[in-house]
């Protein structure tokens, strides 16, 4: 397999959904070909304006939720499960209070891979639609994703997730480091990033 191709304005669809790009670049790509609001896209949103620009040459905003939230952030104002989300910000704090009091309402209560990323999108959701939501009701839509017993369906933009839970799911007795550096070989690959695609790569090793 050959290597990924670089950004490029000429490059195809395929080129550039074969390849890895770091938030850095995509970032860089995007305002470089004129999408506005790069800082407050997320990178599945700027991929997305990107493909838009490659497929048709102009440039499209690929979200309709505000990308501006003026006011103090929520935790500024001391979170608490009752204070309604107005300013969320996905650090350090918000996740520990999130996990803190998931804990306390679901009993053995394991972190899920993949329940963040859903949540943060359910919030966006509730957001758009005029809903007023709380921050009991991030704990308890947490902590429902997290008890959910069936594995999660593919995100379309998370592949690196995705290629962790087929590899690990694949080849047995494996081990999350060994999925990593799976992923690293990868990611420098002009191949889709999903595991039939490592699978074929490994075959094409020279022996």
């Known amino acids: ?11 195809t669809v395929t080129q550039f959904d074969n390849g890895y790009w770091y938030a850095t670049e995509i ?6 070909i004129g999408i506005p609001s790069t800082s407050q896209l997320r990178k599945d949103e700027l991929e997305k304006a990107i493909k838009h620009f490659l497929t048709t040459g102009r440039i499209e905003s690929p979200t ?10 929520d935790t500024a104002r001391g979170l608490r499960l009752d204070l ?26 394991k972190r899920k891979s993949g329940a963040r990323y859903r949540l943060n999108r359910w919030r966006e959701e509730q957001l758009f639609k005029g ?17 959910t017993p069936k594995p999660f369906a593919h995100i379309p933009h998370a592949r690196y997730i995705n ?9 047995k007795g494996a081990t999350r480091e060994q999925a990593m550096k799976a992923w690293k070989r990868l990611k ?19 022996r």
């Open 188 to 206: 420098t690959l002009d191949a889709p990033k999903d595991y039939p695609s490592w699978v074929r790569s490994q075959s094409s090793k020279p």
């Open 84 to 109: 309604r989300v107005v300013v969320y910000t996905n650090d350090a704090e918000t996740k520990a209070f999130l996990e803190r009091h998931a804990r306390k309402i679901a009993p053995g209560f």
């Open 131 to 147: 809903r007023a939501i709380t921050y009991g009701d991030l704990v308890a839509e947490y902590a429902r994703l997290c008890q």
């Open 27 to 32: 970032k860089e790509f995007a305002h470089a």
């Open 1 to 11: 397999m050959k290597p990924k191709t670089k950004l490029s304005r000429s490059m």
């Open 64 to 73: 309709q939720r505000s990308l501006s939230t003026p006011g103090v952030r």
């Open 163 to 171: 290629f962790l839970s087929d590899f690990l799911a694949a080849e």
